[in-house]
């Protein structure tokens, strides 16, 4: 059976990223993404819909991201969906959720005019050689079984 799992996305930050590092040093950042979409109805009435996804990345990524993305800052994503599974403690329930694990990803935009005010240039933005898209091989994610076909809740 032939797979493939590959997810782009463009967005804006939803929180600042939460940078953390593993007892053995590897960086991990959390970062949330809204993704806007924009229709017209059969009525010309304007619609719009976000979808909130939440991302981590690994490695110097995680580094890069945690030093200067920032809370509603525009950024592409590749990667690729991951499902993570829990027991709630609360109630006792499996809980469920997709995420995305980020492979590389791209500023958007520049930082004039975020906090910096018109014309005062590139401030708190990456130096030109880290703008081009970040790429690395990511850390690997703790290797996980997956449920059989049958198991799968959609």
């Known amino acids: ?6 997810v ?11 940078l953390r590092y593993t007892p053995k040093g590897t960086a991990i950042a959390k970062i949330g993404l809204a993704v806007n979409r924009v229709w017209r109805t059969e ?9 909130f996804v939440d991302v981590d990345a690994f490695g110097r990524q995680a580094e890069t991201i ?3 993305l920032k809370k509603g800052r525009p ?16 109630s006792g329930q499996k809980k469920s959720k997709l995420g995305v694990v980020l492979e590389t990803f791209q500023f958007v935009g520049s930082a004039q005019g975020q906090g910096q005010g018109q014309g005062q ?3 708190g933005a990456p130096p030109e050689t880290a703008r081009p898209r970040v790429t690395e ?18």
Do not use: C, H
Not at 138 to 151: F, H, L, T, V
């Open 137 to 154: 091989n990511p850390a690997p994610a703790p290797a996980e079984e997956m449920p059989p076909e049958d198991d799968v809740p959609f």
């Open 66 to 68: 945690g030093q200067y």
């Open 43 to 51: 009525t010309g009435e304007q619609k719009e819909e976000v979808t």
């Open 8 to 18: 782009i996305l463009m967005g804006n930050l939803t929180r600042d990223p939460e």
């Open 1 to 6: 059976m032939a797979s493939f799992n590959k």
């Open 75 to 90: 950024v592409l994503i590749e990667g690729r969906l991951k499902l993570d599974t829990w027991d709630d403690k609360q």
């Open 121 to 123: 240039g590139r401030e």
